[in-house]
């Protein structure tokens, strides 16, 4: 028995051997086989190329000379099945010097077998590497070559997945610069550019209005979806005159939705305080009809008289049944500070509006007739029923539009109180909170947003840490300063801000 510091230099000669007799197996089987086939043509005439020269040339007397030097001299039956082994333990060749010939068949057989082999270890280490490196890569993906075409796809996935991890943690840079990788590589991925374009929009404005530009030229089919995102992106940064020709674009496509993109029109107009765009409009043949006498008279009330201006607001609401028309004509009799109308208007039993709309005009009826204590009793009734959603954004978007300390600090109380389930899907309705203690520039309110909106999200939200101090400043502030880091929010509270920090000018008196 070999002692035990005798068994790692065996088995070092042992693999050396084997791998010896690989090495010959390898090159010998196109050596001999190169040989026996120049043998066989020359009419098996001089000597046998892998015969020992020295013995008689016949089958079971004379030795092979192509398995010297092996280890295992069996392993070349694997090449040549005419070697033998006698009894006595050597090997010969069992056919005469006539009948020797070559075998490419299993040499070909070998290679293919040695190819396929070492084709699946390729295989299987790149599915393996790319695995371990994160590429959510699937087996078909590495060993079929028409799928590597989908490789890009995969890339994109991987820089897609960093993106999310490092937007988890905070880290925006990061992100923007692993999204651009992750859409470039993938571009038929329009909700992976959307989601860029949304992102680029606050420091990168042009970047995001080129990629959202793209988005839609080169994705029409999703036009439905982008259009709205890019209407957001241009609101945040007060960009009228581009929202005028995207909301006219959408509204004359005959797309979803057509009354918002009327009210986007007619809120632009609003804030630039040109009504051409509503003129333009109304000769357009594609212009859906039942909005064809909002906008006309719209348009009217630009060079309408005070009193004109109210009595025609107030025979267009009495019988509008549209609740999108009939919402935007109150809104306009408030504006022109006829909240006895508008009172009267909720009361009727005709009015079309809903609940909710409904309480959100009443609300703006009350503070413009100064009736605070029914306008508490109201926002206070709100805050008993169960945290919902929708209530936070009609209270939002109503303070944000009229401040009150009181009544904020019973909706902050009511939100820490019982607050919205935690999840990306509330975000939006704690920023209004938050926009609607921006509007009253409260410092310890702002605190508490920032906490309620960084305690459901699980992670601190720093450009709302950066943005509160402008609030508290007592400079005068333009909403699309801090709009575009205040994102997502809801549409009424984005008015609302509107309405508070840049009011549209007056119409001519």
């Known amino acids: 028995m070999p002692s035990p510091s005798a068994l790692p230099t065996r088995t070092f000669y042992t693999l050396a051997g084997w791998l010896n007799d690989t090495f010959r197996l390898g090159w010998g089987a196109f050596y001999w086989n190169t040989r026996k086939t120049w043998f066989a043509a020359r009419g098996r005439r001089g000597r046998c190329p892998c015969q020992v020269g020295s013995d008689s040339g016949r089958g079971g007397d004379t030795g092979c000379d192509a398995v010297l030097g092996y280890r295992s001299p069996g392993r070349f039956q694997t090449l040549c099945p005419l070697l033998a082994q006698r009894a006595n333990g050597d090997w010969v060749c069992s056919v005469d010097k006539a009948a020797v010939r070559p075998f490419w068949g299993r040499v070909f057989a070998g290679v293919g077998l040695a190819t396929l082999a070492l084709m699946l270890a390729a295989i299987l280490g790149a599915y393996a590497l790319l695995r371990g490196i994160g590429y959510e890569v699937s087996f078909q993906q590495v060993a079929w070559p028409p799928a590597w075409r989908q490789f890009r796809q995969v890339q994109s996935g991987f820089y897609l997945n960093r993106a999310r991890t490092a937007r988890a943690a905070g880290h925006m840079d990061e992100t923007l610069l692993f999204l651009a990788s992750a859409y470039e590589l993938n571009p038929a991925d329009h909700r992976t550019g959307l989601l860029l374009a949304q992102l680029w929009q606050a420091g990168q404005p042009l970047l995001s209005d080129q990629l959202y530009a793209r988005l839609f030229r080169e994705h029409p089919a999703h036009q439905d979806e982008i259009a709205p995102a890019w209407y957001r992106a241009l609101l945040a940064r007060g960009d009228f005159t581009a929202i005028q020709r995207l909301a006219r674009e959408r509204l004359l496509a005959g797309g979803p939705a057509p009354a918002a993109w009327l009210q986007a029109v007619i809120f632009a107009c609003q804030q630039t305080g040109e009504p051409a765009p509503l003129e333009q409009l109304l000769h357009e043949p594609a212009l859906p009809p039942a909005f064809a006498p909002l906008l006309r008279l719209e348009y009217t009330l630009y060079s309408a008289p005070p009193e004109t201006r109210s009595r025609l607001l107030a025979r267009a609401a009495a019988g509008e049944t549209n609740p999108f028309a009939s919402y935007h004509l109150l809104s306009r009799l408030l504006a022109e500070g006829r909240p006895d109308l508008v009172l009267a208007r ?50 939002s978007s109503h303070l944000a539009a009229h401040p009150d300390r009181d009544l904020l600090h019973a909706y902050a109380a009511k939100l820490e109180a019982s607050p919205l389930p935690p999840g990306e899907a509330v975000h939006p309705q704690l920023l209004a909170f938050f926009g609607a203690c921006a509007a009253l520039g409260d410092a310890d309110l702002l605190d508490t947003a ?5 305690t459901s999200a699980g992670r601190d939200y720093r450009t709302l840490t950066a943005v509160q101090t402008l609030f508290t400043s007592g400079a005068p502030l333009r909403p699309e300063v801090f709009l575009p880091v205040l994102q997502p929010l809801p549409l009424d509270t984005v008015y609302a801000l509107y309405g508070h920090f840049a009011p549209p000018p007056p119409f001519p008196p």
């Open 346 to 395: 909720l009361a009727a039993p005709t009015c079309p509006l809903s609940n909710r709309e409904n309480i959100r005009l009443r609300l703006d009826a009350l503070v413009v007739l100064g009736r605070a204590a029914e306008r508490a009793g109201l926002v206070r009734q709100l805050l008993a029923q169960p945290t919902q959603a929708a209530v936070c954004e009609l209270l």
């Open 450 to 454: 920032v906490h309620l909106v960084n």
